[in-house]
């Protein structure tokens, strides 16, 4: 099972940014998929997440400015960032797993090896 995040960047506070995982070596369809986001020193917060059903969660912080989206036929996820704020500045990891709350709440799953998102003021 491997994971590779793209999209990530340099921003202005108020732009956007897409992140895609390719994922390989299984279905996407088969397991919730999340985004994650760690900055230096912090715990890493869950972002966003897609159901195996396409049911979301996302983290009160970006309800309303990002969107969780999954491409089976691609094998892909992809999250759609707008409106960003400098406090959304990170490290971005993609992540997969067979259980919710495992996955959110454990962080127990598979996980690629990051992108960097940084939004200037």
């Known amino acids: 099972v491997q994971l590779q995040e793209s999209g990530g960047g340099s921003v202005q506070s108020g732009g956007s940014l897409r992140l895609s995982c390719a994922a390989s070596?299984?279905?996407?369809?088969?397991?919730?998929m999340a985004w994650f986001r760690q900055v230096s020193g912090e715990e890493r917060e869950g972002v966003a997440l897609i159901a195996v059903h396409g049911a979301t969660t996302y983290a009160d912080s970006v309800k309303g400015r990002f969107t969780i989206s999954r491409d089976n036929a691609g094998n892909s996820v992809y999250l759609q960032m707008n409106s960003l704020k400098p406090e959304d500045t990170g490290i971005y990891y993609c992540a997969a797993g067979p259980n919710y709350l495992r996955l959110w709440n454990d962080r127990a799953g598979y996980w690629g090896q990051g992108t960097q998102v940084t939004v200037s003021s």
């Open positions: 070596g299984y279905s996407v369809n088969y397991y919730y």
